[in-house]
């Protein structure tokens, strides 16, 4: 890693820790927040009335394969972004025989056509290359088969540079070993400044491209991308235990305010599926149910209230235990003293 990939890999460390710390609190205090008003009754009215409407209506099995389907294409996408950014992070200078290695494409010496390069007219040379393109790169063939406008991918000073081949130096005096290759971006006027080696050159591009993406992958091979991969993965696996505990509470809470059957588990009796099935295949609500929904309702606030009423007896008779024995204990010491 450059010195500058140390820098911001250790930026992104830092921000990625402040943010895990910051939403982790955020989400402590508001389960914190939320079990507290449940416990205490605050949000007894808003648990019955979910209550009542889910006795009357389940959720469907088409609603359940959609949230499976969707929860099975957040994880595969997850899955193919991590395992992509790794295959092409380890395999960016590996070749085999027909098999692509994969690269971006960061600059836009390829984008277009200049009008001075004539060759790329007379000869119908139309694979150009746009900036954040994903491009598909093949093992270089033998030195001698590379052909005059042939697009390779070569290194200078630690940089992967894809341009077109557009004038070939077959051996002579001045190297008398190897061909020299002369490479030029479409876009500019004029071929790079130093003749190529074939040993600088890494692969050769045939025209397979996936435009666009690139930015994406970049970002995703960023330490700043892995650092988000993981967050999300956390947050993947977090989300459901906090849900199931809160879950939790409001069943504890329910049984409580007399909603036994939610809390123990007990499935309901024949008369109650039977009402249950026949409102669920119903249109729409007739005004009676609708008062009966209403009725329970209050009831179950109403002993929610008498339930709260009766803790509060019992605290204060409580407290006025303790007060008593305390006077006494005082009252005791006193008179010991005298």
Partial sequence: ???????????????????????????????????????????????????????????????????????????????????????????????????????????????????????????????????????????????????LYDVVVYEVDDVLVVHRIVKIEEPNGEHSNERWFLLQGDAVESPDRFPVRYEQMKGIYRGEKVPFIGSFVLFMQSPAGWLCMILVAVTVITSPIVDNKLLKIKKERLAIIGCDEVASGDAPNQEQTENSIEIVHSDSLDQEEIESIEQTIHSKLESSKELKEQEIEKTEQTEQTISVSTLSEQEGGDSNEN
């Fill in 1 to 147: 890693m450059t010195h500058f990939e140390i820098y911001t890999f250790i930026l992104c460390l830092i921000v990625f820790v402040l943010l895990t710390g910051l939403s982790s609190f955020c989400i402590v205090m508001i389960f914190k927040l939320q079990s507290r008003l449940i416990k205490v009754g605050a949000d007894d009215e808003k648990l019955i009335a979910e209550y009542e409407k889910s006795k009357l209506k389940k959720q469907s099995k088409f609603g359940k394969v959609i949230d499976y389907t969707l929860t099975f294409i957040m994880v595969a996408i997850f899955v193919f972004a991590f395992s992509s950014s790794l295959y092409m992070s380890c395999t960016q200078n590996t070749y085999f025989d027909n098999v692509p290695t994969y690269r971006v494409v960061k600059t836009t010496s390829m984008a277009k056509k200049n009008y001075k390069n004539e060759y790329l007219f007379d000869n119908n040379l139309d694979n150009q290359i746009q900036a954040f393109d994903l491009i598909l790169t093949y093992k270089l063939p033998k030195e001698e088969d590379l052909k």
